[in-house]
Nanobody, 128 residues
Framework: QVHVAESGGGSVQTGGSLKLTCVVS????????IGWFRQAPGKEREGVAI????????DYATSVKTRFTIFQDTAENTFNLQMNSLKPEDTGMYYC?????????????????????WGQGSQVTVSS
């Protein structure tokens, strides 16, 4: 079983920055497909960024490309989402989801249904 815990959310003004951190515990694997997804009230969950740790491949939603960076901190053993130039439309609950069994095209921001392990989420609120 894989356990996930997110942290680092908060409230910022437009243009501010936050770094979300994802800690994975329980069963350990040598590689993961890491997904960050978000959900705003009344909206569907949407993919923000993914990282395939075995290849270093990343992908981002168009709306966050150039502003967000997903990366692995091997020293801290965490998976992070650095968010810069935040906008009110970035407001939502952010979820980290690591899955050791997703490869290639299955490791995708378009397929939240493929990911099996989800944290409780971390709230991000951006005010104008």
């Amino acid at each position: 079983q894989v356990h996930v815990a997110e942290s680092g959310g908060g409230s910022v003004q437009t243009g501010g920055s936050l770094k979300l951190t994802c800690v994975v515990s329980g069963d350990r694997y040598s590689r993961y497909c890491i997904g960050w997804f978000r959900q705003a009230p009344g909206k569907e969950r949407e993919g923000v960024a993914i990282l395939d740790t075995s290849k270093g491949r990343t992908d981002y939603a168009t709306s966050v490309k150039t502003r967000f960076t997903i990366f692995q901190d091997t020293a801290e053993n965490t998976f992070n989402l650095q968010m810069n130039s935040l906008k009110p439309e970035d407001t939502g609950m952010y979820y980290c989801t690591p899955d050791p069994a997703l490869y290639g095209g299955d490791c995708s921001i378009s397929r939240p249904d493929f990911f099996r392990y989800w944290g409780q989420g971390s709230q991000v609120t951006v005010s104008s």
